[in-house]
Nanobody
Framework: QVQLVESGGGLVQPGGSLRLSCGAS????????MRWYRQFPGKQRELVAG???????NYGDSVKGRFTISRDNAKSTVYLQMNDLKPEDTAVYYC?????????WGQGTQVTVSS
């Protein structure tokens, strides 16, 4: 059974940091490109960051220089380190794994940036 389970969300003050984790099971994690998306209320999901199976990374323009995606294939886990958080980063963050026609999603974790 395929599972992606996000954790690490919560409430943080502006300028603060959070690290999201996404643990994977049920598929060969190291072969998959992994991504973090976020969704604002009433909006479509947007790509936050991605990391290929080979370790190449890419970022959305609004998070470049503040967020870092990484992966640990031994732990089947992908991370999103989020620094200098802003109120506009408030969203539900989703983990996604893609390989060919296989496309898996986690249940999401809420990140709220507020004073």
């Amino acid at each position: 059974q395929v599972q992606l389970v996000e954790s690490g969300g919560g409430l943080v003050q502006p300028g603060g940091s959070l690290r999201l984790s996404c643990g994977a099971s049920g598929f060969v994690f190291r072969l998959y490109d992994m991504r973090w998306y976020r969704q604002f209320p009433g909006k479509q999901r947007e790509l936050v960051a991605g990391i290929t199976s080979g370790g190449r990374t890419n970022y959305g323009d609004s998070v470049k220089g503040r967020f870092t995606i990484s992966r640990d294939n031994a732990k089947s886990t992908v991370y999103l380190q989020m620094n200098d958080l802003k109120p506009e980063d408030t969203a539900v963050y989703y983990c996604n794994g893609v390989l060919g026609n296989s496309d898996y999603w986690g249940q999401g974790t809420q990140v709220t940036v507020s004073s």
